[in-house]
């Protein structure tokens, strides 16, 4: 099959007098394997493997930041941790990630990551 997976999207922005138009589409993508993993995981401030439960390759990911407060990094370890997503407080966010061994790691306290990994 093809196309498993139908991603929708909207961006707009309005600030004082910068405005931009809405960009709105969906992106429909492949997924070899019918396999997900979901969770919510307590993330200290040292970097840490998300669990991924049997995934083998890490697809798709859907993050949302449970904390009131503070902020998270997603990235991985390539001889020390390397952030490439920050999700602040309560912002969530989807991408297809590069590495099937995602790290993450909070800002100055514990917080909650819920979140969705879809096998590739």
């Given at each position: 099959m093809a196309?498993?997976?139908?991603?929708?999207?909207?961006?707009?922005?309005?600030n004082g007098?910068?405005?931009?138009?809405?960009?709105?589409?969906?992106?429909?993508?492949?997924?070899?394997?019918?396999r997900a993993y979901g969770d919510v995981q307590a993330?200290?401030?040292s970097a840490e493997t998300l669990a991924k439960g049997s995934i083998g390759t890490v697809g798709v990911c859907e993050f949302q930041?449970?904390?009131a407060t503070n902020f998270v990094e997603?990235?991985?370890d390539d001889t020390g941790f390397k952030s490439v997503i920050k999700l602040k407080?309560?912002?969530?966010?989807?991408?297809r990630?590069?590495?099937s061994?995602?790290?993450?790691?909070?800002d100055t306290a514990s917080v909650e990551l819920a979140y969705t990994m879809y096998e590739d």
């Open positions: 196309n498993e997976i139908l991603l929708n999207y909207n961006l707009s922005l309005t007098s910068l405005k931009r138009s809405a960009v709105s589409g969906n992106v429909q993508m492949d997924q070899a394997t019918a993330i200290g401030t930041n449970l904390d997603i990235g991985f407080a309560g912002e969530r966010f989807v991408v990630l590069s590495t061994a995602p790290q993450a790691k909070a």
